[in-house]
């Protein structure tokens, strides 16, 4: 199974918390059934285990100390078991570094040169947008590519490939479904990004914009390693669409910015959450700037 229990049960118990600081039982049921169907990736029509779920997370929530029932606490130990370190990069992986490994690795035996996959030996297309790959968080890859999965023949990659080149191939992969804004899509929503998230978020995105200083929670800095490579994008366009509620974070969905003749439909939100993930990932090779640039400078 793909999803990562522990953090289910964490999240769970966290957006529990934010329910019990909800106001109406209205605002309560849309959200709950939300963000758990995606920390689920559930279907619709399994509403039931939703439901089910929603409760159960809400009523432990809401009890001052939270306790781990016996089911829980073994998903909680499973996952330990098998808790395997997360090394993160010291500087932004790039996409174009992660190719030159995927070739050099010779990916492309199974997956296909554009990761189409090869009948036979890898089915899956890893350009569907709408496909499994395009649902897993980065930490999840950056840990199946370096310890492999249970029971599963797959090429392991910690004891023969740097840290650096793994995160580079995750970002690479994740190209696949997700292509990179281009030079003038990056123009365009900058602006907006200045108009509309900037006094937050700052505009290179380190959460330092000028209405920051106020909040609590503060804006989100978009170059926080832990946090964003523990999202998945569906995560990221939910929380863009809908808010944080209660931070200040406000939901975009259907608003308007007519300065910039922009409506933010579910396209737009799309284009927003690879506009916050530029931020911490590189488009162009790291090495070539290694030897005249400070590193540091992308962060
Ligand atoms: C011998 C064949 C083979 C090689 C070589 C191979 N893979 Fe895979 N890989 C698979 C198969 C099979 C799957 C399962 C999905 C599928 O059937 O397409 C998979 C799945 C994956 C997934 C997604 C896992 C998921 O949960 O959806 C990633 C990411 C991945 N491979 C990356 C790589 C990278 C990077 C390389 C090169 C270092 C590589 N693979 C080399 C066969 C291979
Ligand atoms: C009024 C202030 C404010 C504005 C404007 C704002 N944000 Fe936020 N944003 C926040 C705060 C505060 C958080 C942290 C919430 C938390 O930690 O619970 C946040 C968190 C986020 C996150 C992190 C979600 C996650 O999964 O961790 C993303 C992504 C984000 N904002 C994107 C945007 C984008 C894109 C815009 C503009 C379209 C925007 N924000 C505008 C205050 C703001």
């Not at 939703?50 to 929530?61: D, E, G, H, R």
Request: net charge neutral; proline share 5%; glycine share 6%.
């Amino acid at each position: 199974m793909r999803m990562d229990k522990l953090s289910f049960v964490i999240l769970s118990l966290r957006s529990g918390r934010r329910i019990c600081r909800m106001s109406t039982a209205l605002q309560l049921w849309k959200r709950s059934t939300e963000s758990l169907r995606q920390i689920l990736r559930l279907k619709p029509q399994n509403d039931k285990v939703l439901v089910a779920i929603a409760v159960a997370s809400m009523l432990t929530a809401c009890t001052q100390d939270l306790k781990l029932d016996g089911s829980d606490k073994k998903l909680a130990k499973e996952e330990q078991s098998k808790s395997q370190p997360v090394i993160f990069p010291d500087y932004n992986p790039s996409i174009a570094d992660g190719k030159v490994v995927y070739e050099r690795l010779k990916c492309a035996e199974c997956h296909g040169v554009e990761g189409h996959g090869v009948g036979g030996r890898a089915n899956q297309d890893m350009t569907d947008p709408n496909g499994k790959l395009a649902e897993e968080t980065p930490i999840y890859q950056y840990k199946l590519l370096t310890y492999g999965l249970k029971n599963w023949d797959h090429p392991v990659l910690g004891t023969t490939t740097s840290r650096r080149e793994i995160w580079d191939l995750v970002f690479y992969i994740r190209s696949f479904n997700s292509a990179p804004l281009s030079t003038a899509e990056l123009a365009g929503i900058k602006e907006v990004f200045g108009a509309n998230c900037a006094d937050c978020h700052g505009l290179k995105g380190y959460g330092d914009g000028p209405l920051s200083h106020n909040l609590d929670p503060l804006p989100a800095n978009f170059h926080q390693y832990n946090r964003f490579y523990d999202r998945d994008d569906p995560m990221l366009k939910i929380h863009i669409s809908e808010g944080l509620y209660p931070s200040a974070m406000p939901g975009f969905l259907d608003r308007e910015d007519s300065t910039n003749n922009v409506v933010f439909d579910e396209e737009y939100i799309d284009k927003l959450a690879r506009y916050v993930r530029h931020f911490h990932i590189a488009y162009k090779s790291n090495y070539p700037e290694k030897s005249n640039s400070n590193p540091s400078e992308q962060k």
